[in-house]
């Protein structure tokens, strides 16, 4: 089983929705190319690539809460910070990396099948069905399966 993603995008919750688009639109120099008003705003961006990396030495200790070893302090199991966050509710970020894939099942068996089964049940948004995963350091994952057109 393959991941067959079609798009992927960074998405940042606020509940300073108005005051960050327009933060956005100023930083960009552009509007939305979608908006949703009070709900949603989408920018197009050149060239968006996710890089992984691994810190020098010297700057560790800037991601230590992060790591695997002990992320934030949790007591980890076999899913690690993704398991801690859950249950204790204390670990959260604003930021998510959002895959839209072509078929939401498929790619949820995929992440199952890698030891990260997504904890909750698929939401529907108003742009399609969602579910929310966590890789090995517990970020964010979206799941999205647009709304056919």
């Not at 934030?72 to 604003?94: I, P, Q, R, V, Y």
């Not at 790619?107 to 995963?133: C, V």
Request: charged share 15%; net charge negative; proline share 5%.
């Amino acid at each position: 089983m393959v991941l067959h993603y079609t798009n992927a995008f960074v998405t940042i919750a606020s509940v300073n929705w108005e005051s960050l688009v327009n933060f956005y639109t100023k930083l960009l120099e552009q509007k939305p190319v979608l908006l949703t008003p009070n709900v949603y705003a989408e920018f197009n961006l050149v060239g968006m690539r996710l890089g992984i990396f691994q810190p020098k030495n010297t700057n560790e200790s800037e991601f230590e809460a992060m790591s695997n070893d002990n992320p934030l302090g949790f007591e980890s199991d076999t899913l690690g910070l993704a398991n801690a966050a859950l249950t204790t509710g204390t670990a959260k970020s604003k930021i998510s990396l959002c895959l839209e894939v072509s078929n939401l099942e498929d790619a949820i068996a995929h992440l199952t099948s890698l030891g990260y089964p997504p904890p909750g049940e698929i939401s529907i948004a108003s742009h399609g069905r969602e579910i929310y995963a966590y890789d090995p350091d517990g970020n964010r994952l979206i799941l999205h399966q647009a709304k056919e057109s």
